[in-house]
């Protein structure tokens, strides 16, 4: 957690809830058939494309897949640090 995030009230999650989003994770990985590879794979080619335009702190990102049903969202967190001057 960064001194921002904590000036902002934001608290570090707790274990029960980084197991519950991994689980979730999993799940939903199930459901649409997408093995644990091919995530990693897919968060590689999102940061070297994003990479070409803005600076982003690859520490930092966070993706996510999530689903309700028959509906399921890919969600990307990327900190971007700043523009890129080509």
Do not use: C, W
């Amino acid at each position: 957690m960064n001194a921002f995030q904590r000036l902002l009230g934001r608290k570090q999650p707790t274990s029960r809830e980084v197991a519950k989003n991994r689980l979730q994770l999993v799940l939903v990985q199930d459901r649409v058939n997408l093995p644990a590879g091919k995530m990693n794979q897919l968060k590689d080619d999102l940061i070297q494309v994003i990479s070409k335009y803005v600076e982003i702190d690859q520490d930092g990102i966070e993706i996510s897949l999530t689903g309700n049903g028959r509906q399921h969202r890919l969600t990307a967190n990327i900190p971007v640090l700043g523009t890129r001057q080509k």
